[in-house]
């Protein structure tokens, strides 16, 4: 590989770890902590593999999928996330991902997510009894998230519920069932 892999990702420290592990293990890698940093990276160097960070500052890098598939056609995105939701996870595949793990990940998930010849796994898991009335509601509220491009005031007013409700209810990691 002689194209940089792009790390997108808001928190410093993950963002270093990740860039230094992919460099130990012989991949050439950059790191960029938010989305216009993230751009002008990706003009530079072209990178041929993204991970990207679902939440980057309260945006949504959702919204990056398609300004970096502008850039970079043919580059392969893979995005992570501590809040996996099926809703992200369908929206990211549309906008062009090719991958959604959920955090924590272990670096050969992400390397093996990049590999063409993998089949997609979403890493979600499906179970056979209902979801959780505070389960849908967490994917009710990423979906609207999402259709707002992750401005909260907008989603908020879109569920008609006050900013910092939402806010608090953001901050909570999801029901798992």
């Not at 270093?16 to 992919?22: E, G, N, P, S």
């Not at 598939?69 to 549309?94: E, F, Q, W």
């Not at 991902?97 to 890493?123: G, R, T």
């Amino acid at each position: 590989m002689t194209t940089p892999m792009l790390i997108i990702d808001d928190d410093p420290s993950f963002n270093a770890i990740l860039v230094r592990t992919l460099e130990r293990r012989g991949y050439p890698a950059c790191g960029a902590l938010d989305a216009q940093a993230a751009l002008d990276k990706a003009r530079e160097i072209a990178p041929g593999r993204v991970v990207l960070d679902l939440n980057l500052n309260g945006a949504s890098g959702l919204a990056l999928i398609p300004q970096l598939l502008d850039i970079v056609p043919d580059c392969r995105i893979v995005v992570l996330t501590g809040y996996a939701s099926i809703a992200t996870a369908v929206d990211a595949v549309k906008l062009g991902a090719i991958q959604y793990l959920a955090k924590p990940v272990e670096i050969e998930a992400i390397l093996s997510a990049f590999d063409e010849d993998a089949n997609p796994d979403f890493d979600l898991p499906i179970s056979d009894e209902p979801l959780s009335v505070d389960r849908l509601e967490w994917e009710h509220i990423q979906r609207v998230l999402n259709e707002n491009d992750g401005n909260i005031s907008a989603t908020a007013r879109a569920l008609k519920m006050h900013r910092r409700t939402l806010q608090r209810k953001l901050s909570k990691r999801p029901v798992k069932s």
